[in-house]
Each structure stands twice: as structure tokens, then as C-alpha cells.
């Protein structure tokens, strides 16, 4: 159980991926996975089919899903497992939390065309599979097609990044009802790739008790963006608040991510793995 293969992040083209959910099935299935998640950013419409193309390859699935939170002037991503994507507290969090992404990628845009890179809301909506759910990453897609850079880590710092002429901040979901929406739809609360926030010593703390209190039980590890310092950083944050560990590549695409589908290490050995408390929420057919 504490080596399975397990990959609790990914994302389709129901957020910000780029290949649909059963492409990402496929990818899990061909890459080793035992047990995956599709956990696109503030939308559960892709579940559906990601569990039913895992079931078709044989693979073991859990519902997931990616809160964007609001927490000391940060953006913190709280991924929930085990969810009832049908439960309607959740989908109506969900729906109140992507609401503002549109008028947010106007202004956006507008802060574009004001450095002489015109058409960015158009262009970043074509990019979006799923119009309800206008990301950075399609703005930074938008940008690298027209050629103005070659990579969208390089329009990340250029323009899309706090300070920058594409950046609006935006006020996200709270942290407790982030986590209240994932507990009350059946899941674990996980906070997502600790290694990426700017946070002071803090900062930080607070975050890990304030997670807690509201009933959040998880970090994540093991994730793609950590460095190995940062997976030991984290190894230890999960033992000194008794945190269960959780591991996941945040895939996008064959193109943009670093990390394939099923080629994580594993997690330390002294940590208690998520997907042990997962239980009935898995189907499919986990390895013993
Ligand atoms: P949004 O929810 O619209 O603010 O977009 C956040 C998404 O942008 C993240 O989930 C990542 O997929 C992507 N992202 C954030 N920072 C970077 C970066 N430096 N390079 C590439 N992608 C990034
Ligand atoms: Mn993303
Ligand atoms: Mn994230
Ligand atoms: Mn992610």
C-alpha cells in the first residue's frame, strides 16, 4: 500500500490541461499508475468520464478536484480526494469560486494591451476547452503561439506573475470553506504543492494550523514542482503536524510538464500515505 503508484493530481482539458480526461486516463494507465485522480482546478465536469475511462483500462480511481483558496495574499491550492463530484455544496463552492475568472481575464487582458500584446482575452479563450474556466495557463499558451515568448514558464515571469502587466489579483475561495466543501462531499482536504507558495516561517504555520482546524488532513509531498530538499522539507512539515502525505505529478501536458504520469518517487517511508484512508471511495481494482 505505502509504494503503490499512486498519482492524486493531474489536470484535463476541463481546467487547464491540455488532453481531455480519458486521453489523461490513458496516460496514467500507459505510465504505471494504480491509482489516479483528475483534479482540475475549481470544476468536477470532467469526473464523470475520467472514472469511467479509468474503469475501462483497469485502472483504480477516486474523485479529485483543485480549490483555489485566498490565504494571507496567496493563491493556495487545496486538492480534495474522495469527493462526490454530484454533491451539490460542493458544485455550487465551485461554481461561485470560477465565477469571477472571466471579468478577471478581461482585465487581464487589458493590462496585455497595454504592453502591445493585443487580443489576449480572445486568444486565451480559444485556448480554453471549458469557457467557464479561463486560467493563466491559456493566456500563457495565447502568448507563446503568437510568438512573443518560447515557453510558457517564460511568459509566467514576464507577464502573468504578481507585479506583472497580466497580473490582477483576484480574490479565491476561504480556506475553511474550501475544506468544508471537500469533507462535506465526502473527501480528504490535501494542501496542494507546498513548495510554490511565498510564504514567511509564519505564514506557513498558520496555514498548516488553520488547514487543520478546519478539518484538512493532507499535504502533498510528493508533487512535480518540488525540488528533493523541498520533498524533505515537506516529508517533515507532514510528521510534525501529523499530516497524512500525498503524492501527484499536477500533469498538464506532454509538452508543459515536467513530470510524466506515473514516474514520481516514492514517498518517504515514514509518512502515512492519503490513499490509505481512501478505502470505499476508490473503485476499481487497487493493487494488494
Ligand atoms: P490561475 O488559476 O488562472 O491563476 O492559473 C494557475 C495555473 O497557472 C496553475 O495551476 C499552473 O497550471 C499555471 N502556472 C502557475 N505558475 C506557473 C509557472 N511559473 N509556469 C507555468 N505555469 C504556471
Ligand atoms: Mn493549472
Ligand atoms: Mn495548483
Ligand atoms: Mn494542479
Redesign the pocket.
Known amino acids: 500500500m505505502h509504494l503503490l503508484n499512486a498519482d492524486l493530481h493531474s489536470?484535463s482539458t476541463t481546467?487547464?490541461g491540455t488532453l481531455t480526461p480519458e486521453a489523461v486516463a490513458e496516460r496514467a494507465a500507459a505510465g504505471g499508475v494504480q491509482l489516479w485522480a483528475l483534479t482540475d482546478?475549481?470544476e468536477v465536469a470532467g469526473q464523470q468520464r475520467a472514472r469511467d475511462a479509468a474503469l475501462d483500462l483497469g485502472l483504480a480511481w477516486v474523485g479529485g478536484v483543485?480549490v483555489?483558496v485566498s490565504f494571507a495574499g496567496e493563491?493556495i491550492?487545496v486538492v480534495g480526494l474522495g469527493i462526490d463530484p454530484d454533491d451539490e455544496t460542493l458544485r455550487a463552492g465551485l461554481a461561485a469560486t470560477r465565477a469571477g475568472?472571466r471579468e478577471?481575464a478581461r482585465q487581464m487582458a487589458e493590462g496585455l494591451a497595454r504592453v502591445g500584446i493585443e487580443g489576449a482575452f480572445e486568444g486565451a479563450l480559444a485556448q480554453a476547452r471549458n469557457p467557464d474556466l479561463?486560467?493563466?495557463?491559456?493566456?500563457?499558451r495565447y502568448i507563446v503561439e503568437r510568438g512573443v515568448c518560447a515557453h510558457?514558464?517564460e511568459?509566467?515571469?514576464r507577464y502573468?506573475?504578481e507585479g506583472k502587466p497580466g497580473y490582477v489579483p483576484?480574490q479565491w475561495a476561504k480556506l475553511g470553506d474550501a475544506v468544508r466543501w471537500i469533507r462535506g462531499a465526502g473527501g480528504v482536504a490535501v494542501i496542494a504543492h507546498p513548495g510554490?507558495y511565498k510564504l514567511t516561517a509564519n505564514e506557513e504555520y498558520a496555514l498548516f494550523t488553520e488547514f487543520i482546524a478546519h478539518g484538512g488532513v493532507g499535504v502533498e509531498v510528493i508533487t512535480g514542482s518540488h525540488s528533493a530538499a523541498e520533498t524533505l522539507r515537506f516529508a517533515e512539515t507532514a510528521v510534525e503536524f501529523d499530516l497524512l502525505a500525498s503524492r501527484g505529478s499536477?500533469f498538464?501536458s506532454p509538452e508543459?510538464s515536467r513530470t510524466a504520469l506515473g514516474s514520481l518517487p516514492d514517498l518517504p517511508g515514514r509518512l502515512k500515505p492519503v490513499w490509505a484512508v481512501l478505502g470505499e471511495r476508490i473503485e476499481g481494482p487497487v493493487p494488494a
Open positions: 489536470h481546467s487547464d482546478h475549481d483543485e483555489s493563491t491550492h475568472r478577471r479561463i486560467s493563466r495557463t491559456h493566456f500563457a510558457t514558464h511568459v509566467f515571469r502573468l506573475t483576484h510554490r499536477d498538464h508543459e
